[in-house]
């Protein structure tokens, strides 16, 4: 809940976000104008988390990285927005390594030279009735 005046003050959401970090803006101008934010856990609401995000899936990472952008710009400075631009771009290719690395079946991209799937693992006999 949100006191009229606050809004008249601060002004609605910002229209350049879509979907994401459009109440983090608002809730750090409304701050910065001197309103306090409380969080009251007490309160409950129903929010269908995802709703919108998963009708255009792949539309709505590229939303979200759109405002984290803007946000970052607006409200962090150049020198931040740049950094999150350069950290953003270095995580693109851990996570393509990583998938090059590992699949979600498990599976390796190449099989080892030494070992396929099918072939078993053999371990050496801890037995001592085998000659060493």
Not at 12 to 19: A, H
Not at 36 to 55: F, N
Request: proline share 6%; with cysteine; hydrophobic share 35%.
């Amino acid at each position: 809940m949100v006191r009229r005046e606050a809004v008249e003050e601060v002004g609605p959401f910002d229209e350049k976000f879509f979907l994401f970090m459009e109440e983090a803006d608002w809730c750090l101008r409304m701050r910065r104008s001197g309103w306090e934010i409380y969080y009251l856990p007490h309160l409950t609401a129903i929010h269908h988390h995802g709703a919108s995000k998963r009708k255009l899936e792949s539309a709505s990472w590229i939303e979200y990285y759109r405002s984290t952008y803007i946000y970052f710009r607006k409200n962090r400075g150049f020198g931040a927005y740049v950094w999150l631009r350069f950290l953003r771009f270095c995580k693109m290719f851990v996570n393509l390594g990583l998938t090059t690395l590992f699949r979600s079946d498990g599976s390796s991209p190449r099989p080892c030279p030494a070992r396929t799937r099918n072939t078993p693992i053999l371990f050496p006999s801890t037995s001592s009735s085998e000659p060493s």
